[in-house]
Structures are given as structure tokens and as C-alpha cells.
């Protein structure tokens, strides 16, 4: 009887050791297989599988993920006669004078308040209630009021966010690129070579340093390197139906792109982001024309190619106005 006991125990103790070596072997096993590289990389980590450029990276020709939804020109078209647009804007003489001019008539409509109660965001209704004394608009409600103006051109238009603050971006067909336009302030920023800037050509001219400047006349009532550190961040609005197909308040952050670098995140969750803001700087070819209803597209059209950054690259000549205000790397 004794014998038996122990060899009973000795056979517990071989099967628990047998039990402990094939764990230990099948961890390293697993730790080995782990290392081995998977698809791309090829068959072993000492022997690396070499993916070239297949082209020129500069060829390539990225598209925008990103629906945009736009009023156009024909939801538009009783707000523009009935703020008669056309005498504003008179015989301008390009898409870049046209879009000054109803800047500064959407600066003139009414002056800064708080918004509250806070306006539904179509044009007609923001100023009916605020030139009924019923509550104020402050920078959102002027960048509605323009981008509509805008749009009731068939220009496309959109809102910007920056830090604390809205601004618009238009389309200027005439030169291929995007503007920013700031209608509170009543300003556009200009690089050096006095050409005005789009919110992400602000952004990077801001990182390296260049010298800025903003159109003189301007309301600006904070220091000119505060406000452009507002374009540290930037959120492009993809849905800038306000007529068409009206939203909630607090739907709006579901259609803002922040455009993040490489090691941000979206400050609101709601939001969409995006490391490749290109795509959204190319020509805005989902933009309805003329009747046509919103979201119609368009046919696409051939423009310089952007910079890796985003930044438009392309050089026009000086535009009238001088910089009246300059800030250098440095001030």
C-alpha cells in the first residue's frame, strides 16, 4: 500500500511538471511566432520585404473623403433680392473683389451682442431677429450671414472654426485656390507677397515663421499675434446647407473636420478629423450650379497641385489694399 502511494504521487508530480514545460514551450513558441513579420514585411525579420514608390508622390491625385453639403445658388436666391446683393457687390471686377464686398456689408448689418436667445442659423431669420431687437449675433452669426451671401452667387462658401472663434472660407474660381474671410473683424490675412490666405496657409505660414499682415480698415481688437495663434486650430464645416437642409445647434459639431497633426486629437468627440487637410483645400466640385439642387457635382477640374501641408502654393500677384498691420517671426 505504501508503494502505490508513492508512486501515485510521483505520477501527480510528473504530470504537473510535464503540465508547467509545455506551457513554457508554448509561450515561447508564441512569443517567436509573434515576432515572424505578417504580410507586407515578408518572411522573416532578417529579411525585409522593400516596397518602392510606385510614382512620384506629388502624382498622386488624392481625393477628399469628405461629403460636402452646400445650399448653392437657388435656396439663396430670395435672401439675395431681398438684401439686394447685386447692388452691393456692383460691377466687381473678380470673385475675390465680389467676395470684399459682401464682406463688408455683412460687417455693416449689425453691431456685435450676444446671441441670445441664439438665432437659427439662416440668413434672412438671423437678421430678422436681430433687426427686430430680439436678440444680438456675434462672429457665427456674421460667418452665416456671409456664407450665404457667398453662396447666393453660386461661390461656394463655408464656415471655419478657429480657437474661440468663426471665420469663412470661399472658393475664388478665378485664381483656383481658397481665401479666408473674417467678418467680425472685417479682415483677410496676407503672406508676403501681399497675396490673402486660406485659414491653413495662415496656420503654416504662422509655424514657419512668415511674415503676416491684414488688410487695412479692419476692426481687430485684440494683438495681431494673438489672433493669428488662433488658427492653431482649425475645423472646416463640410455642411454649410443652412436653408437646404437646416440642423440643430447641437448638431454642429458632427459635421466639423479639425484639421490635427500628427500627434492631436479632435478636441470635440462628436467631430471628425483629419492629418490630410489637401483634400479638402482642392476645388469644391460637389458645389451645386446655377438651379441645379444641392449636392449636385460638377465636373472636376485640373488645379496646381497642393503642398504636402495643405497650403496652396501658388503665387498671384498683390492684391490692391496694402497691409496696414505686420507681424514678423519674433514680434
Known amino acids: 500500500m505504501k508503494m502505490a502511494h508513492v508512486t501515485?504521487?510521483?505520477?501527480?508530480?510528473?504530470?504537473l511538471a510535464t503540465i508547467i514545460v509545455s506551457g513554457a514551450i508554448g509561450v515561447q513558441y508564441d512569443k517567436a511566432r509573434r515576432r515572424q513579420p505578417m504580410g507586407l514585411e515578408g518572411g522573416s525579420s532578417f529579411d525585409p520585404l522593400h516596397v518602392p514608390l510606385w510614382l512620384p508622390r506629388s502624382q498622386v491625385r488624392h481625393?477628399?473623403?469628405?461629403?460636402?453639403?452646400?445650399?448653392?445658388?437657388?435656396?439663396?436666391?430670395?435672401?439675395?433680392?431681398?438684401?439686394?446683393?447685386?447692388?452691393v457687390v456692383g460691377s466687381a471686377s473678380s470673385d475675390e473683389e465680389r467676395a470684399r464686398k459682401l464682406l463688408h456689408w455683412t460687417r455693416a448689418q449689425f453691431d456685435p451682442g450676444r446671441p441670445d436667445p441664439y438665432p437659427p442659423p439662416d440668413a434672412m431669420k438671423t437678421l430678422a431677429e436681430i433687426r427686430a431687437g430680439r436678440t444680438r449675433g456675434f462672429c457665427a452669426q456674421y460667418a452665416f450671414v456671409l456664407?450665404?451671401?457667398l453662396q447666393s452667387f453660386g461661390k461656394p462658401a463655408r464656415v471655419v472654426t478657429i480657437v474661440n472663434h468663426e471665420v469663412v472660407e470661399t472658393w475664388l474660381e478665378?485664381?483656383?485656390?481658397?481665401t479666408m474671410l473674417d467678418p467680425l473683424f472685417e479682415l483677410q490675412v496676407l503672406g508676403s507677397?501681399?497675396?490673402s490666405l486660406s485659414a491653413i496657409e495662415i496656420r503654416n505660414g504662422r509655424d514657419a515663421g512668415a511674415a503676416l499682415a491684414i488688410t487695412?480698415?479692419?476692426?481687430?481688437?485684440?494683438?495681431?499675434?494673438r489672433y493669428i495663434a488662433r488658427y492653431d486650430r482649425i475645423a472646416l464645416w463640410i455642411r454649410n446647407a443652412f436653408v437646404s437642409a437646416p440642423t440643430n445647434f447641437t448638431d454642429f459639431d458632427r459635421y466639423r473636420v479639425w484639421l490635427v497633426r500628427a500627434n492631436e486629437v479632435s478636441p470635440t468627440p462628436e467631430s471628425l478629423s483629419t492629418t490630410h487637410p489637401e483634400g479638402l483645400y482642392g476645388p469644391p466640385n460637389d458645389f451645386p450650379r446655377g438651379d441645379a439642387p444641392s449636392g449636385v457635382p460638377v465636373a472636376a477640374r485640373r488645379v496646381p497641385a497642393s503642398n504636402g501641408e495643405g497650403a496652396i502654393e501658388r503665387e498671384r500677384p498683390a492684391p490692391d489694399d496694402r497691409p496696414a498691420h505686420r507681424l514678423r517671426s519674433g514680434d
Open 174 to 178: 478665378d485664381q483656383a485656390r481658397w
Open 147 to 149: 456664407v450665404q451671401a
Open 8 to 15: 501515485k504521487g510521483k505520477a501527480a508530480c510528473l504530470i
Open 193 to 195: 507677397s501681399g497675396r
Open 63 to 87: 481625393r477628399t473623403r469628405f461629403a460636402c453639403l452646400w445650399d448653392g445658388q437657388a435656396p439663396l436666391a430670395r435672401f439675395r433680392q431681398a438684401e439686394s446683393l447685386d447692388a
Open 216 to 225: 487695412p480698415g479692419n476692426r481687430l481688437t485684440e494683438p495681431l499675434r
